[in-house]
Each structure stands twice: as C-alpha cells, then as structure tokens.
C-alpha cells in the first residue's frame, strides 16, 4: 500500500479545506476588527450627534442635547472598545498568539537586558496593534487635509486657502 512521507509536502484530504475556513475566519476577524474600529472614530460619534439633534428642541441648545450626545458618545465607544478587544481576543487565539500575563512596555524595559523582552510567545505588534495605529493615523491625516485646505477661517468668514 502507498503511503505519503512525512514532510513539509504532505498534506492529508481534510486539511485543505480547514485550511481554507481558517483563513477566511481570520479575513473576516480583520474586517470585523476594520468596521468595528471604524464605527469607534466615525459612526459612534456621528450616531450620538444624530441622538443629540432628535433631543434637542427647537430654538436656542438646550444642555439636554449635549448631556444626551455625550451620555450616548461614552456608551456607544465602551461597548465598541470591548467588542474590538474581544474580536482581537479571538483572531489571537485563532492564529495561536499566547496572551501574555505581563507585558513590559518598550519605555519601562530595562535598559541592561536583564528581563527577558517577551514573557511566553510570540512578541511583536498584534493585528489589532496595527488596524487601531492605522485608523488613528488616517484620522489625524483627513483632519490635517480638512483644516489646512477645506475649512473657512473664524475670523474673517472666508476660505483664504486658494484665493
């Protein structure tokens, strides 16, 4: 009878397609991950706006409006920020990243070398680490573009960037 050498060649029949579910759930942990982080810095924000427009009454604003902006901002970001740690939680458990009991910071390291850098596991950025980075540093990039180039000056009512 035939059989396969063992190797880094060989594969069995029922790996392949694990393989492949294993791969789409991290694709879909990473673009839940995106959208969730996403909604932190635009839709919660602009969800509690909305909250706050359908409080406030007709006329001059009303504390009621932002109390109710800001009470909703705060609870929206929370539930949103434990939803984005557990999906992070979970991707690191499917790609088999141990979570670490204590991390030492870069900055509070010692500089002798007498701890060892990464306690248990793989050390490094997590995908989370680099979708949070990222989103944040896009965000500070279209605030930047809006306030030099599209926003109007307070003082003198017009654009002044371009005429």
């Known amino acids: 009878m035939y059989q396969r050498a063992e190797g880094a060649g060989s594969r069995d029949a029922g790996s392949a397609p694990a393989g492949w579910r294993k791969r789409l759930a991290r694709a879909g942990l990473l673009a839940l991950m995106t959208m969730l982080t996403l909604n932190l810095f635009v839709g919660s924000p602009l969800l509690s706006l909305w909250i706050g427009s359908r409080v406030q009454p007709p006329g001059p604003p009303s504390m009621a409006a932002f109390l109710a902006a800001a009470a909703s901002l705060g609870a929206f970001s929370f539930v949103l920020v434990k939803l984005v740690a557990a999906v992070g939680r979970a991707h690191d458990t499917l790609i088999g990243r141990r979570p670490t009991v204590r991390a030492h910071l870069p900055w509070l390291r010692s500089m002798r070398g007498e701890r060892p850098h990464e306690v248990g596991g793989r050390g490094g950025l997590s995908a ?16 930047e573009l809006w306030f030099f180039f599209k926003s109007g000056s307070p003082i003198d009512e017009r654009s002044g960037r371009g005429r």
Do not use: G, W
């Open 128 to 143: 989370l680490d680099v979708i949070l980075v990222t989103a944040v540093v896009l965000a500070a990039l279209a605030f």
